[in-house]
């Protein structure tokens, strides 16, 4: 599937270029830059938004007009833990709602450097659980997430199995940052073709990862890196990728350990799109596709025709 994202493209641009800078960009400064991660999408329409507090965690439900009440998308915004919000990825969110014919909770989980693991985790696991009490059936639940997010679906789903709850009926990662030790060839081999986190001044990734872990931090922490959690019992899996992406290795490596365990895998690999393209929706075609590939495929794992 071809045809760029190009306001995607242009804001990653933007967002090498200020931490380029020397000195760099102030934190506040980088997640007012991020807040126009959102201009790439379009309204979907015929979606209403109402924020709520998701057992102490704030959150928004986006609910097409025509959707499933019964049904949910618990959804997980990328940013690498530092920025974004259910604000800057609402749209995008609502657009794979209104495909699918559910309604979308958009978790507003806290950020680093403020807040370090496990507060994400706790804050995602914590929606999810407010879901179950709220009614929702695990098997009408579906998770999904990009980048940052992406990755946090999945550990979503590993933290509810280890404290004895029901896993969702599928997860859904899209350019999913699985590896926060940051390994794999496509670090070194997409490092010129991926707008975000390469070109000649590569985004820092490690510095990342360390305001998350903190000083004392394990990048192969289980709790917070798939490649070395016990993936036995996930849902099953739908993960979509570019094939321009640094991180695209994260998808091949954790579908491989998923598949080991008996878990349901399937990879999509997107040609020439950029990180998480999907917040090109109602502009870029090649998002619009992905996204209608996504309901069709999760469609009929919560029991919608």
Known sequence: MTGKTDRLTEHYRQVNAAFEQNPPISLEESRDLNDHWSDATTEPGGVDYVEVDAG??????ATPKASVEDRVLLC???GGFIGGSMYTHRKM?????????ARAL???YRLTPEHQHPAQINDASTAYRWLLDQGIKAEHIAVTGDSAGGGL????MLHARDNGLPVAAAVMPLSPWFDIENGGQTRTTNRMTDALFGGETPMNLEFLVQILLGEHGDPKDPAINALYADLAGLPPLYIQASSTEMILDDSHR???LAEKEGVEVKVEIFEDQQHTWHMGAGRAPAADEAIRKLAQWVRPRLGLA
């Open 254 to 256: 954790l579908a491989t």
């Open 93 to 101: 969110f609502a657009h794979l709602a209104k495909a699918v014919g």
């Open 153 to 156: 679906s999945v550990q979503t």
């Open 56 to 61: 102490g965690v704030p959150a928004m439900w």
């Open 76 to 78: 997980l915004h990328g």
């Open 106 to 108: 958009i978790v507003d």
